[in-house]
């Protein structure tokens, strides 16, 4: 007795537990749906300690904890990268709660506390490296690297510092003492009068090649320029090269190969190309800038030139305006075939023949049981008369709808289908026998290759091939062979980004009408439907292509300005135009060499370069949630300015901008004008470029652009600021611009 309430006990106790691990699975997975997910996941784990052999418990607990990790160590990743760290820390303290001691979680939170700690050194070194202290802001970025290896935002600071160190190295090699404008007037003078003067006029010490012939002249006559365009006209009139020994001192020496070869400073740069190929490059700069020392490594698609300092500044516009990334577009096809079928076969079928059979033994007569043969020995056959009520209908679609990626003027294919086997027998004269096998393309056959413009439209050749198995065919030497329906269409298709093209009209449409009647009384009418069976048939099958390109990356056309600059003369490289920028109102140059002092800007300044330029902010200072709001950006310059690109920066947690309008300043005088721009909303930047048509450049103040906002949230201090801004002044030569002050909008609901 003891024994069975021992029994009865231990079984009410495990039916006790499987309810319990029932309920808390079933309250787990309630609790998940609901998206309550810490609570939902320990319910799970109730339920997998109750019941730790149930498979199906574990199962569950597995794989949604396991789908909610990964969830949420993804998330803290996002956050961490957009520098939001203590989001980025609640992300991985949810994940310690799914998951005690996930690995990852930890190690992402200690990453975080790394780069907050960073964050204050990384700001230092930015604002190092803006105000031009290379040394210590390479310091800088040398200790977070130390640290955290893996600071994007460090690495990123690190190249542009090495770049810019580059740039300056360079400038230095080739570096002039700056000099007031000069005047010069010389006509057919000796060549080292004129150098002569030119030395007492800016402390510049100039030295001759001993090859250069004593009695070469010159004629000269500029007004207010540079010692550089001096010299540069100086030295293109006389074949001449000059060599900067340091900020001082010139050498000069004729220009002819063998010197050349002597004295021209080369520099050596590296290309790693992202998308152009490398072998179509390495022509481009042979064919345009006639360079020698290319060499290229395939495997890296590395192109690596030595040349001089003018000729790598060449090349390297050259190759920004061919390394674009090649066009991708994302096809949407949808092919549709359509078969309709009717069958209706109606009335009676009578018998078409009578059957006489002769009774005798055997397969064969004789004679005399021929000549006994009479209606007791002769049977005969009576057929069937069929009624015929007969009616179907079929409706069958076949739908194939692929996604095809391809690049820009790339095939892509696409096969939905079988492959049939056909098989084949070869019999050698000596009697041998052999059999081979071949397979043919049954199905939907789709060749697309698109070719995508620039006004995001896309060209497409389409090819489309829907074949089907009529029947099998047997030779008489016993092969087997198909016959096979076909139907092909193919096209050139040009469409927007989005537009949907459908292609119809591949429609095969069969009828059939079959009649047994009886004769004479079949074809009486109204009244031979008793005595005949007629069958009606007809099948209707159309093929529908509905296609439609979505554009995944187009090619980022360069800026204007950066697809047409000066590239010097067939002899002597250079990235700007041989010529003079003159000051306002120069007087009246006296014989020699002289040094005029600056005069007061004049009425048109349209055609000189600007001394002062600066960007200013007009808009409120509040604004509320919802409601449009305008800011201006108002540019001053006393001289022509000819374009500006600059890039904002916004936060677009609070604030959205609906549209980019552009202002009057570059359209003054009546100039054509050209505006672009591009708005991320997920960084929150914004480029604008503004370019003025012409040579001559617009001054004094006015709008460049028109923003209009849209405030999303409440925030006490959102910012617009400028991240970057490079205006182009006459003669395309650079500006350097001091950003204003960032817009600070209070924004309330």
Not at 25 to 32: F, M, R
Not at 303 to 324: G, N, W, Y
Request: glycine share 6%; with cysteine; aromatic share 4%.
């Amino acid at each position: 007795m003891f024994r069975f309430e021992k029994v009865v006990l231990a079984t009410t106790v495990v039916l006790m537990t499987a309810c319990t691990g029932s309920r808390l699975h079933s309250q787990g997975l309630t609790l998940l749906a609901d998206g309550k997910v810490e609570d939902g996941i320990r319910h799970l784990e109730q339920a997998v300690i109750a019941e730790p052999r149930n498979a199906e418990f574990k199962t569950d607990l597995i794989r949604r904890r396991t789908e909610e990790v990964n969830r949420l160590l993804a998330t803290a990743e996002a956050a961490r990268a957009a520098g939001k760290f203590d989001a980025a820390l609640g992300f991985y303290k949810r994940v310690q709660d799914v998951e005690l001691g996930n690995t990852r979680a930890a190690q992402g939170a200690e990453a975080v506390e790394r780069e907050r700690r960073s964050g204050a050194l990384l700001e230092q070194a930015q604002t190092a490296f803006k105000q031009g202290e290379l040394d210590a802001a390479r310091f800088q970025v040398k200790a977070i690297l130390g640290e955290h290896p893996n600071n994007a935002a460090a690495i990123t600071l690190k190249r542009e510092i090495d770049d810019q160190a580059a740039k300056l190295q360079l400038a230095d090699a080739t570096l002039i003492k700056p000099t007031s404008p000069i005047t010069l007037e010389f006509r057919d003078a000796n060549l080292k009068m004129v150098l002569d003067g030119l030395s007492r006029a800016t402390g510049i010490s100039f030295m001759l090649d001993k090859d250069i012939q004593p009695d070469l002249r010159t004629t000269i006559n500029v007004r207010q320029a540079s010692l550089n365009d001096v010299l540069d006209i100086i030295l293109q009139s006389t074949r001449l090269e000059k060599k900067v020994i340091n900020p001082t001192s010139i050498l000069l020496y004729p220009r002819t190969p063998e010197k050349l070869k002597e004295h021209q400073e080369l520099l050596v740069k590296g290309f790693y190309l992202a998308n152009a190929d490398v072998k179509q490059t390495q022509a481009m700069l042979k064919e345009l800038l006639k360079a020698k020392d290319v060499f290229i490594d395939e495997k890296l698609n590395l192109l690596v030139m030595r040349d001089t300092p003018d000729a790598i500044r060449l090349a390297e516009k050259l190759i920004s305006m061919q390394d674009l990334s090649e066009p991708e577009v994302m096809l949407e096809v949808e092919v549709l075939e359509v078969k309709r079928s009717r069958l209706m076969e109606l009335g009676v079928k009578l018998p078409n023949q009578l059957t006489l059979t002769p009774l005798v033994s055997g397969a064969s007569a004789t004679l005399d049981e021929l000549r006994r043969l009479n209606s007791d020995n002769i049977a005969l056959g009576l057929p069937t008369a069929t009624l015929n009520l007969r009616r179907e209908i079929g409706d069958v679609k076949i739908l194939a709808n692929p996604r095809i990626r391809a690049r820009n003027r790339e095939k892509a294919k696409v096969m939905i289908g079988d492959k049939i086997p056909v098989v084949s027998i070869t019999t050698t004269s000596n009697g041998v026998s052999s059999e081979s096998v071949q397979y043919l393309d049954v199905g939907i056959k789709l060749d697309v290759e698109p070719n995508i413009y620039l006004q995001d439209e896309v060209a497409i050749k389409v090819g489309l091939e829907v074949s089907s198995l009529v029947r099998e065919i047997r030779t008489p030497a016993g092969s087997l062979a198909y016959q096979i329906g076909s139907r092909s269409a193919s096209t050139v298709l040009r469409l927007k980004n989005g537009e949907t093209q459908v292609l119809a009209g591949l429609i095969n449409d069969e009828e059939r009408r079959t009649a047994s009647r009886l004769p004479g009384l079949g074809d009486i009418p109204m009244l031979g439907r008793l005595f005949s069976s007629q069958k009606d048939e007809s099948e209707q099958t159309e093929i529908v292509l509905s296609i439609t390109p979505r554009l995944v990356r187009n090619i980022n056309k360069p800026e204007a300005i950066d697809r047409e600059f000066w590239s010097g003369t067939e002899v002597s490289l250079r990235s700007k135009k041989l010529t003079t920028a003159v000051t306002e109102n120069a007087t009246e140059p006296t014989r020699g060499a002289s040094v005029n002092p600056a005069a007061p800007p004049a009425k048109d300044a349209s055609n000189l370069a600007p001394t002062a330029v600066s960007l200013s902010w007009q808009g409120p200072e509040q604004a509320k949630v919802g409601e449009l709001l305008k800011v201006a950006i108002v540019l001053k310059a006393d001289g022509g300015v000819r374009s500006l690109p600059f890039q904002l920066g916004f936060d677009p947690s609070a604030l959205q901008i609906v549209e980019i309008a552009e202002g009057d300043f570059f359209k003054k005088g009546g100039a054509s004008t050209s505006m672009s721009n591009n708005i991320d909303h997920t960084l929150g930047k914004a480029f604008v470029s503004v370019i003025r048509s012409g040579t001559d450049g617009a001054f004094g103040q006015d709008t460049v652009v028109t923003l209009t906002l849209r405030p999303l949230a409440a925030k006490a201090h959102s910012e617009l600021k400028f991240l970057m801004s490079s205006p182009i002044s006459v003669g395309d030569k650079p500006l350097v611009l001091a950003p204003p002050a960032p817009l600070t909008i209070t924004i309330v609901n």
